[in-house]
């Protein structure tokens, strides 16, 4: 009973309260008369009730449970379980967590599935789901996850399985709907999976869209089998009849819409119990909406039990007949009116799949562009169409795929047609999943990627770059995180109801939109979004979006300009004029600036107009101070070059320039060529010169290159004096949200753009030498392990792990064999590029840029280097790290040499170093140090940025001395030709006889094709032709 | 605390629930012990889930318990109130002894911040999030003012709303919120001063 002095105190602190907070302390010091100890502890108290803020407002359970989210609940990161390392918390569920957790022994990473510690009296139920689990362990199938161990944690049991990148079934419902041939694809994907367990007599029993994962690679994986045993739970305190199969009370929390009424009522439980619950997920699938769902978990179960959902053909309505009856029979009550067996249901579903695929779909004409092509493969496919109709549907399928697709897919992707081959190789994929050869063109033609947009919930479709078109390929809706999206440039379109549509040239791995609504986007204007890292060497990163024109200003634009007096108000023209140091007088300054016949006006117009039939052309013969003034009026800005540059769509694929006004010809109207800009913008590539707003030595930017110039000019800098007039100098307008910070609006030097190699001179050889030690390394056992082996039609693939040359790591390699020449082979040993250390693991390794080398008769040796797939690190990459890393590289280099010397089937007297797409060169630096290798080729390569000197591919040119092929593209931005390609090739230290320069017409990335026809008559003449394999 | 007695059948948990929701205090006392467990399962199976942002109350929790050890047949509670006083009790039992036990287990003693591997800063606990501290806490009001005590526990522990305490306890709704706020304070200050040590 509280005291009459915690009644007084308390009675007090509510009227204190109650007070306006000024008056407080008046009050106390009134009520609480002489008492100062009263009065202290109410002024504490009321203290507390200010300061004490979120304090106990959400619940215990609520609270505890972000606690554990953060802390996790059964293990802490770095703690050991088993063999294994636990690293980051992957996720969590109502039966336990998921742990991304590394095994030492084996140096791979793993998923590490730790279970809530189970009840004492459940040693029966863990034994039989150890034994279930070990079963699980021993089916490999691609749609099971592979389990690899099995094991007790303090109690807690956990399961340890591959570790997977995607996102599960739940995640992606949750962002939109699939398309019909997305879900007919993961429900045959997952009715294998459990077909293969249902051999083996394993029940998965909780099957749901949570329990099932779509990997980035594009297979389906089943989680979880017979875990659904471990948490059947029933205290001993309730009076569950005894059942044979272990099934008791069946676990709640969410699972309740996809368990079979046997389960429910807990009955034994046979593997029709999945074919149910399969059915209520291709159910969701189809429909967006859950088959039985009810008030609460008992309203859910009940409508399992007693309702039949509405048919799937009248939720949805392009879902064929056929489909719907499939869901509707694997729906049944009754197990025995459901599919007998899995295989059935497969069965079923292929009969479907072929009717929607059988004759192929139009897209796939539109896909092919060229008639001549177009009609061959229709004539194969009719010719093939034609007889199957007695044919065994499957294999006909299997057929289009392997000797229609497969080889045009690679055929669209050697000739540089990219988009052609990603659509191509999906369709393909679609139908045949399994398919080894497929799925590595997939690999070939695409890569993962984060499409994102602000506001989320947009719809992602991609289309060929090079034509304006409209058949656009869905992707999905963002966020899209590891979709996979094509390997090069292609055009994007992102749509969203009520909000203004962005169409762009996209390229991977990261897309970020913001979206606007329909009716706040300034006319004529995209918006470009900002990034904090710039777009080149030299310019600086601009982190708030903007808008720009979408076109130049034309000469109907800048007439408004004129007409309204633009030219004798002093108002607009606010840049200072000066030339040569000196101040010129506005008067005079804009006095200048006449047309042909002397009015004020653009250098290419005449008596105060343009040409007829001109007004959609961008205005040209304007100076920089014409362009800023026509700014001002408008009120907008120049674009600053680090702004220009943001927006315009340099890349690795210059595709633009191809589909831009370059002609000569003179400029064209505005739009009137395809070359798409990433934001939307037109003719950021030829047509005419833009100015910006940024100066240079007194001069300013005008970049962007005009018709009648080389397409290089779209990349090069250029800059000319504020008062010049030429045809095909004019600009486009940006508009931005706030002031701009100094150092975008600063000045820039050319210098400090480009560097300039042809100025420097490599070290001499004493200091040489020095840098040449770093590199050495002890030549210890290898302790060669061979990990994995892998057949296709074309190689033979061994993955190999050997230990590497320094800190005690273990390195893998991967060996294709040419399955059509003899040993010993020629060998060539892949620096890959820029993908490798993206992605993150060499099971995914691409194959484009190889295939040919290793057709062609030669063995490719791809060394997982340091930094790249698995052996990825986060660490900062500073100078001193780099140069750790090129020293770990040549080791890496060195030590996957020493192991094929080891082989009997190669033959190390042929050995060559294939540099791709290495714009450091790094290649260059590798040969200097490795005696071993016969020859070079390097692709993409030039003198890169400044580095240290002891790994400046610059001091190791000249000691290259081996035959050396470069093959460069003459648009690469980043290389330019005059000053790195070609100093590069001038240093290397091969005597002139033999070493080439091929220049192509490229950027950076090349087309396959073109790169093979030089790269395979080298090989032949300083390797050796190749011996092939009798047949 | 948890024993789980042999030979008992399952009509002993049936038999208490049933006195204990017709209001015999002490069944609450007995049936606890066996009950516990699959509380404490449970409770771990809501707290290590990635839920929705809708928060879970206790007596939701504490149904389900019902639901499933009496079959699927929800007893009837003497009242509501009776229920919401229960549900909170027992919720604040298997909390609390959820947290000692994983302080007990947790690695660099009980108030260590670690660094997990992703580089994300953990903040030493703020006065809420320590359950143990409220817990104590709770106990020194309790022997002050119970029927504050009651009400912290009710609405903290229990997740209740301020009507469905006032339910619970038999008091208005404007005794609660008055309750609630000095409890809150008188807390928060107890609590700061353990903080600052």
Same mark, same amino acid.
Not at chain 2, 158 to 168: P, Y
């Given at each position: ?36 100890? #009263? ?40 703690? +050991? ?24 022994? #084996? ?62 079934? +739940?995640?992606?419902?949750? %962002?939109?709907? #699939? ?40 297979? =389906? ?56 619950? #399969? ?7 189809? /429909? ?80 092919? +562009? ?17 007889? /199957? ?29 990219? =988009? ?46 090079? %034509? ?491 000691? =290259?001395?081996?035959? /050396?092929?470069?093959?460069?593209? +003459? ?36 087309? =396959? ?23 | ?12 948990? $049936? ?43 206790? $007596? ?138």
């Amino acid at each position: 009973m509280p005291t009459d002095r915690w009644q007084r105190v308390e009675h007090l602190f509510l009227e204190a309260l109650e007070q306006p907070a000024r008056a407080r302390t008046d009050f106390l010091a009134l009520t609480s008369g002489p008492d100062a100890a #009263l009065r202290d502890e109410i002024e504490s108290l009321l203290q507390a009730a200010e300061d004490s803020g979120p304090f106990l407002s959400a619940p215990a359970l609520d609270v505890f449970a972000h606690q554990i989210a953060r802390e996790g609940w059964s293990v802490q990161p770095g703690d +050991r379980v088993g063999s294994y390392t636990v690293g980051q918390r992957l996720g969590a569920g109502g039966m336990g967590e998921v742990w991304r957790a590394r095994d030492e022994r #084996l140096g791979r990473d793993v998923a590490i599935k730790l279970l809530l510690p189970h009840p004492s009296d459940a040693e029966e139920r863990v034994r039989a789901f150890e034994r279930e689990a070990r079963t699980a362990g021993t089916l490999n199938h691609t749609n099971v996850l592979t389990v690899y161990d099995v094991g007790d944690h303090e109690g807690a049991p956990y399961l340890v399985t591959e570790c997977l990148e995607g996102q599960s079934l +739940r995640a992606r419902l949750a %962002t939109g709907t #699939l398309s019909l041939d997305g879900a007919l694809d993961i429900a045959l994907q997952v009715a294998r999976g459990l077909g293969a367990a249902h051999a083996r007599g394993i029940v998965h029993r909780d099957l749901k869209p949570e329990n099932i994962f779509l990997a980035l690679d594009g297979r =389906v994986k089943i989680l979880d089998f017979g875990l659904a045993t471990l948490h059947d739970t029933a205290s001993s305190a309730s009076p569950s009849p005894d059942v044979p199969g272990g099934t008791t009370r069946p676990l709640i929390a969410g699972t309740a819409g996809y368990m079979a009424p046997e389960q429910v009522r807990g009955e034994a439980v046979d593997p029709r119990a999945d074919i149910f619950a #399969l059915g209520a997920v291709l159910y969701e699938m189809l /429909t967006g909406g859950r088959a039985f769902k009810g008030d609460g978990t008992l309203g859910t179960l009940d409508a399992v039990l007693t309702r039949q959902p509405p048919d799937v053909a009248e939720v949805s309505r392009d879902v064929p007949p056929a489909l719907s009856q499939i869901v509707r029979r694997c729906l049944a009550k009754s197990p025995d009116d459901r599919f007998a067996i899995v295989g059935d249901l497969v069965s079923a579903l292929d009969a479907v799949l072929r009717e929607r695929h059988l004759p192929p779909p139009p897209s796939l004409g539109a896909l092919l +562009r060229r008639p001549v092509v177009m009609v061959t493969v229709m004539l194969v496919i009719l010719a093939i169409a034609a007889g /199957t109709w007695r044919w065994r549907m499957a294999t006909s399928r299997a057929r289009w795929a392997r000797t229609v697709a497969a080889p045009e897919i690679q055929r669209l992707s050697n000739h540089g047609d990219y =988009v052609e081959a990603f659509l191509l190789a999906r369709q393909a994929l679609d139908l045949l999943p399994d398919d080894r050869h497929l799925y590595q063109l997939w690999l070939d033609t695409s890569i993962p990627a984060v499409v994102t947009s602000d506001p989320p919930g947009a719809d992602v479709a991609v289309a060929s770059y090079h %034509t304006r078109t409209s058949s656009w390929f869905p992707l999905g809706r963002t966020p899209l995180n590891g979709v996979r999206i094509p390997r090069s440039l292609f055009r994007v379109r992102i749509s969203k109801d009520g909000f203004q549509t962005i169409e762009g040239s996209g390229r991977p791995p990261a897309l970020r939109y913001g979206l606007d609504p329909v009716n706040a986007v300034p006319s004529g204007m995209v918006r470009v979004v900002g990034d904090s890292d710039p777009i080149r060497a030299g310019l600086v990163g601009v982190p708030d979006d903007y808008w720009l024109d979408r076109f130049e200003v034309t000469n109907r634009q800048f007439k408004e300009f004129v007409d309204q007096g633009g030219y004798r108000q002093r108002d607009h023209w606010r840049e200072p004029f000066v030339e040569g140091g000196r101040s010129v007088p506005w008067e005079e300054a804009v006095g200048r600036f006449r047309d042909a016949s002397g009015r004020p006006g653009p250098a290419t117009w005449k008596s105060g107009t343009y040409a007829d039939g001109q007004a959609e052309f961008p205005v040209g013969g304007v100076s920089w101070y014409e362009a800023a003034a026509y700014a001002a009026f408008a009120g907008k800005a120049l674009p600053t070059i680090h702004h220009w540059y943001r927006a315009a769509g340099l890349g690795r694929f210059m595709d633009i320039l191809w589909v831009s006004n370059f002609d000569g010809k003179g400029p064209a109207p505005v739009g009137r060529y395809d070359g798409l800009g990433p934001f939307g913008t037109y003719d950021m590539a030829g047509n005419v010169k833009e100015w910006c707003s940024t100066e240079t030595s007194h001069r300013r930017f005008l970049v962007g290159g005009a018709w009648n110039e080389p397409m290089d000019m779209f990349a090069d800098y250029d800059a000319k004096d504020a008062f010049e007039r030429a045809p095909g100098y004019g600009f486009r307008l940006a508009k931005y949200s706030r002031p701009l910070p100094p150092a975008v609006s600063a000045p820039v030097r050319m210098e400090a753009l480009v560097r300039d190699a042809r100025k420097q001179k490599p070290v001499g050889d004493d200091i040489f030498e020095v840098y040449r030690r770093q590199y050495a390394y002890d030549r210890a056992p290898l302790n060669t392990v061979v990990e994995a082996t892998e057949e296709t039609e074309t190689w033979r693939r061994d993955t190999v792990a050997f230990d590497a040359a320094y800190g005690g790591e273990r390195m893998r390699a991967h060996l294709f064999l040419p399955r059509n020449a003899s040993p010993p082979y020629q060998t060539v040993v892949l620096f890959p590029a820029g993908d490798a250390f993206r992605v993150s693991s060499s099971r995914e390794l691409s194959l484009r840029w190889v295939d040919f080398i290793i057709r062609s008769g030669r063995a490719l040796l791809y060394p997982v280097y340091k930094g790249t797939y698995e052996r990825a690190t986060f660490e900062h990459i500073g100078p001193f790290a780099g140069r750790e890393l090129r020293i770990a590289w040549s080791r890496d280099l060195g030590r996957a040499i020493d192991y094929v010397e080891t082989r009997s089937d190669i033959d190390p007297t042929r050995l060559a170093l294939y540099g791709l797409s290495d714009g450091p060169g790094t290649a260059v630096i590798l040969t200097a140090l490795e005696p071993r290798l016969k020859t070079l080729v390097l692709q993409g390569a030039g003198i890169g940025e400044p580095v240290a000197p002891e790994i400046d591919t610059l001091n190791y040119a000249p000691r =290259v001395r081996i035959p /050396t092929l470069m093959l460069n593209g +003459r648009y690469d931005y980043e290389t330019p030709f005059e000053a790195s390609q070609r100093p590069l090739f001038v240093l290397l230290g091969s005597p002139p006889e033999n070493k080439r320069h091929v220049v192509l017409e490229f950027g950076h990335a090349m087309v =396959v094709d073109a790169a093979a026809r030089e790269i395979i008559p080298w090989f032949d003449r300083y390797l050796g032709p190749v011996v092939r394999a009798p047949r | 605390m948890s024993r789980r007695p042999e030979g008992r059948d399952g009509g002993e948990v $049936t038999n208490l629930l049933r006195a204990w929701s017709d209001g015999e205090a002490d069944a609450f006392e007995q049936v606890l012990p066996l009950v516990y467990d699959e509380l404490h399962r449970m409770a771990a199976r809501y707290l290590v889930g990635e839920r929705s942002s809708i928060s879970l109350q206790a $007596t939701a929790l504490v149904n389900e318990l019902c639901l499933r050890l009496l079959g699927w047949d929800p007893i009837p509670f003497q009242s509501r109130g009776h229920f919401f006083g229960v549900s909170a009790g027992m919720m604040r039992h298997v909390l609390v002894d959820i947290a000692r036990r994983r302080r007990a287990e947790r690695r660099g003693g009980p108030n260590a911040v670690r660094v997990p591997l992703d580089g994300i800063d953990v903040p030493a606990t703020e006065p809420g999030a320590d359950l143990l501290a409220v817990d104590a806490a709770l106990q020194l009001l309790a022997r002050e003012d119970p029927r504050k005590a009651q009400v912290v526990e009710l609405r903290f522990f229990g997740g209740l709303s301020i009507e469905e305490t006032a339910e619970a306890l038999g008091i208005s709704a404007r005794t609660v919120h008055s309750d609630w706020a000095f409890a809150r304070a008188w807390l928060y200050r107890k609590l700061s001063a353990i903080h600052a040590h």
